[in-house]
């Protein structure tokens, strides 16, 4: 098959739905490179899909909360006789609580991840393609950056910040034919809740989407050059409620069903 992307660097691409976007990515052709902070999943999700799909996979082990190490996948970025042309900023993570009881340390390294380690990707990623006049950076961001989330304030303004500097960039890159998109999903199947520690189980089946799922609306989604796709319908009906409802009704809402 011939894919849009010839190669694609994915963060967090050791599980949910950074590797769910590497195996359709992979599917479809395109090389890869994988960054997570866990090398035994990265080396067995490439030869997976190196045997799989006869692809080139490379493993790039990176913690993105670390300045050098942050480093090391910006210089592969701009590596010019290797190119990428398709960054997938998956990478992030997020936790609940009250704000003034949380780790501060864990709230700042979830901005470091979440939005400072994407900022510096994309800008690696945009000023070579840019020149090339070809090449897309998918952003994931999340439905709760629409929302005013008390208990998950630091993990949803982070999401807000995704969505509103993916779509500024959009508009600046589509001259040289760059395509940049944010993705917002809602409640995903994936590791994410056990690692936040939130009870997923109180959620109804019907607000879940799988990763696979997610994963093929936002590739569709850059393929198509869309500037930001809320995925799956019932998070798409329910965008559009948040989108009438008061923001002072909307905070006293979530915060209620937090407890």
């Known amino acids: 098959m011939t894919s849009k992307w010839n190669r694609a660097l994915i963060t967090g691409a050791s599980s949910g739905i950074g590797r769910e976007i590497a195996r359709q990515l992979a599917a479809d052709g395109s090389d890869l490179v994988v960054v997570a902070r866990d090398q035994e999943r990265l080396e067995a999700l490439a030869v997976e899909l190196a045997d799989e799909h006869d692809v080139e996979v490379e493993v790039l082990r990176a913690d993105l909360s670390d300045r050098s190490e942050l480093t090391v996948v910006a210089d592969r970025l701009e590596d010019s006789e ?5 960054l997938v900023n ?3 993570f997020g936790n609940g609580g009250l704000f003034h009881e949380l780790d501060v340390d864990g709230q700042t390294g979830m901005v470091d991840v979440n939005v400072n380690a994407l900022v510096r990707l994309s800008h690696a990623a945009a000023k070579t393609m840019a020149p090339r006049q070809r090449g ?9 950056g629409h929302m005013v989330s008390p208990q998950a304030a630091t993990y949803a303004a982070t999401k807000a910040f995704v969505s509103s500097f993916t779509e500024a960039i959009h508009e600046e890159l589509a001259p040289s034919g760059v395509t940049v998109t944010a993705i917002c999903p809602g409640l995903t199947r994936t590791e994410f809740h056990e690692r936040a520690k939130s009870d997923s189980d109180s959620y109804p089946d019907v607000l879940w989407q799988s990763a696979e799922d997610v994963a093929a609306e936002a590739l569709a989604a850059i393929d198509s050059g869309r500037a930001r796709v809320v995925t799956g319908h019932v998070n798409k009906a329910f965008n559009g409620v948040l989108n009438v409802i008061p923001r002072s009704a ?6 209620l069903g937090n407890h």
């Open 250 to 255: 909307l905070r006293k809402l979530i915060n």
């Open 136 to 144: 897309g950076i998918l952003n994931i961001s999340s439905i709760a």
């Open 82 to 86: 290797r190119p990428i042309d398709l």
């Open 90 to 92: 998956n990478a992030g």
